[in-house]
């Protein structure tokens, strides 16, 4: 025999705890617990307890009313139920708790052994209980059908002939199918049972051959009706033949299951769709494009997907709260299936991103004018909550048949050309071309090298020399980083430092960096070199600065390797400071107040960071070198080097010049008291053996710079 069940039914999971370990020593016993009341009563449908213990007091349910729910369904109504509370022992309230079908309560605190004593009683009753109905199917035969009925509790059951004439009927089988008393005799099965399609099928019937072979058949999810109304309602049902020496008919039981069947739909629901939006979800999306694309090919017509994302529904989010974007999804939502026909399909894949399927369209165009129809919809004023919010689309079309043939080829057409769209200014809709997909191909296969890269730490780091316009020698080194790729060949910085920023690696990139400039540093700091100013610089991205902890990692990797710190310069570009200005003055300040130099890269780019120049803790600017690169072949461009040097140095801060190829810049540049030559007509970036063997021989470059005595 199998373990007793028993029901815990508790909102508090430390009292559920303290009753599995209180119920822990009984054999035989299999403790199931719910949080609550709804949890209570759908475990009882689908369990045989031989005890529910029932805490009073619960929040939504409590359990004098689930009590009297449990007493009212169809399944273990008759289970035993006892309370377990710490309020009113008062006889009245004790009375409300039996009149609510408790057969016994139990007092918090709860004694150990009372509890015990209490359910090892109820589990004898149960066991007792299940050998009596092993009893009763081994005495099977012996017992008439009324007995049988009898012994079948919440469970329609009916006495079936081998006519297929019912010949009993309980009350249950009576109350689902609307059936009384006086017209039990002379009932057909047919004329509830639709499928046997009246009384000339019964010999036809799965019933009839059952009684033939005398095998019992069980069907699931089947039809039953009302006698009143011809209403169906679904069953599940067994048909056992009578086994006994006449073999005059079989024992038809059948339980309504409308119930489970709603849940099975409302799970179904939550499957295939978006709780917020009520639209499609991405498995329902993807089921359906499957089906058009076939009915497409069969009509030979076309389908149109449609990418749908919200432009600025961040800032709405970031602004107003998660509940207002919420109420905008479901607004736009509703004006997307006002654009489509109802054959379409209209479909939230996740956040703020929807996609649409139109289904036989004749060209491009027709997914064009819905495109054009979304965008005007969409882009008028949605009111949400008395405020007036605005957003707009952008559209990515990706049309089948055409340059995709699979479901996820034309899915990412569509993504693809989505973010196009974006790319194009937003509010707007593009359609896939191969050119486009192809570079999002690529670059997809650079972030995924990438990961690679980073995880094997693939990188080099290179250093720039950095002469002093007085001397000749070498007074720094800027540290630059690359990447050296079997199928790519060396990788450019502009292009794997931007994907770094995208995908989330810069600042695991940047630390290792770090690291290394630092360490690297130390070892030339140290080395007794000629340069005894010498500085190391290392670039650092937005992405690095906008992190929120970039001075502590810089704090942590001083700490770490023990560098002199006036001895590091950090570089970041005039853009970097302007994307969050406040921002990047308190960060900058904090990095240094740690004796760290700070210096403005490609300064004279950015247009706004003049403002901002005092407020800064800059101590070296450095000339942008599309600057540098027309000395000599355009006055303007020579004028801002003049104004840059000026007000660098009004500012007290150091001037270094980028970019510089040509005897002609340093020559313009030396006369306008630049103070730092940095650029190929000097070296290029060279690997750390080459810069350690530069400044470990004393090299200088005097012979490259004009005025400079030998």
């Avoid at 690696?505 to 690291?515: C, E, F, H, Q, R």
């Avoid at 303007?636 to 007290?652: C, F, N, Q, S, W």
Wanted: with cysteine; proline share 3%.
């Amino acid at each position: 025999m199998e373990d007793a069940k028993i029901l815990v039914v508790d909102d508090k999971e430390a009292n559920i705890y303290a009753m599995n370990e209180l119920l822990a020593s009984i054999k035989d016993l299999q403790v199931i617990s719910a949080r609550s009341g709804a949890e209570a009563l759908s475990l009882i449908l689908r369990h045989d307890f031989a005890l529910v213990l029932l805490d009073v007091q619960m929040p939504d349910m409590d359990g004098i009313e689930t009590a009297a729910l449990i007493r009212d369904g169809d399944s273990n109504s008759q289970t035993p139920i006892i309370f377990v509370t710490a309020i009113n022992k008062e006889q009245n309230y004790i009375f409300k708790g039996y009149d609510a079908g408790a057969v016994d309560y139990l007092l918090k605190p709860i004694d150990a052994d009372i509890l015990r004593s209490k359910v090892k009683v109820f589990i004898e009753m149960y066991k007792n209980r299940q050998l009596l109905k092993q009893k009763n199917a081994a005495l099977e035969k012996a017992l008439s059908r009324n007995q049988l009925l009898l012994e079948s509790a919440g469970e329609g059951i009916l006495g079936v002939n081998t006519d297929g004439i019912v010949q009993m009927a309980n009350p249950v089988a009576k109350q689902l199918l609307c059936l009384k008393d006086k017209e039990v005799e002379g009932l057909h099965i047919s004329e509830f049972i639709p499928s046997l399609n009246g009384k000339k099928g019964w010999k036809k019937s799965a019933f009839y051959h059952s009684w033939e072979r005398g095998a019992p058949i069980h069907v699931e999810n089947s039809e039953f009706s009302h006698l009143t109304d011809s209403d169906s309602f679904p069953v599940d049902y067994t048909y056992a033949p009578i086994q006994d020496e006449d073999r005059n008919g079989g024992v038809l039981i059948f339980r309504d299951i409308t119930l489970r069947k709603k849940a099975e739909e409302q799970l179904v629901k939550m499957a295939k769709f978006d709780q917020l939006t009520e639209l499609a979800n991405r498995n329902l999306f993807r089921d359906f494009l499957v089906k058009a694309m076939a009915r497409a090919v069969r009509q030979k017509e076309s389908v149109g997907v449609l990418f749908i994302d919200l432009d600025f529904f961040k800032e709405v989010n970031d602004k107003f709260g998660h509940n207002c974007g919420d109420l905008l999804l479901v607004s736009v939502a509703s004006r997307l299936r006002s654009c489509v026909r109802v054959n379409d399909l209209v479909a939230r894949l996740g956040g703020d991103e929807f996609a649409v399927i139109l289904d036989m369209i004749s060209s491009s165009n027709d997914a064009a004018m819905v495109a054009e129809k979304i965008i005007g919809s969409l882009s008028q004023v949605h009111e949400i909550d008395g405020r007036d919010i605005f957003v707009s689309p952008s559209i990515g079309i990706a049309i089948y048949p055409g340059e995709s043939d699979t479901p996820e080829e034309v899915i990412k057409c569509a993504d693809s050309a989505m973010y196009r769209a974006k790319e194009s200014g937003r509010n707007n809709y593009q359609f896939y071309d191969r050119k486009m997909y192809e570079l999002a191909r690529e670059k997809a296969h650079l972030e995924n090298e990438l990961r690679a890269a980073a995880h094997r730490k693939d990188f080099l780091i290179y250093y720039q020399p950095q002469i002093d316009v007085k001397n000749g020698k070498v007074i720094g080194l800027e540290a630059l980083l690359r990447w050296p790729h079997s199928d790519f060949g060396m990788v450019s910085p502009q292009l794997f430092i931007p994907a770094a920023e995208n995908i989330g690696l810069i600042t695991d990139i940047g630390s290792w960096v770090l690291k290394e400039v630092f360490s690297q540093g130390k070892q030339w700091f140290k080395g007794g070199f000629a340069s005894i100013d010498l500085t190391v610089a290392l670039n650092v991205s937005a992405k690095q600065l906008q992190d929120g902890s970039f001075d502590k990692m810089v704090m942590q990797v001083l700490d770490e390797v023990k560098v002199d710190p006036s001895k590091i310069e950090i570089e970041l570009t005039e853009s970097t400071l302007m994307d969050d200005p406040q921002m990047a003055i308190d960060v900058l300040k904090r990095v240094h107040d740690l004796g760290i130099r700070i210096a403005v890269d490609d300064f004279g780019t950015g247009f706004s960071a003049l403002s901002y120049l005092n407020q800064l803790p800059i101590d070296t600017v450095k000339i942008d070198r599309q600057f540098v690169k027309d000395i000599g072949a355009d006055e303007k461009d020579e004028a801002i080097v003049r104004a840059i040097i000026g007000l660098a140095h009004t500012l007290g801060m150091k001037v270094i010049a980028e970019g510089v190829e040509t005897k002609e810049q340093v020559e313009f540049l030396q006369n306008n008291g630049c103070d730092v030559f940095q650029g190929y007509y000097f070296s290029r970036p060279v690997s750390v053996d080459v810069a350690s063997q530069m400044l470990s021989q004393g090299i200088d470059l005097k012979d490259f710079v004009p005025g400079i005595k030998k």
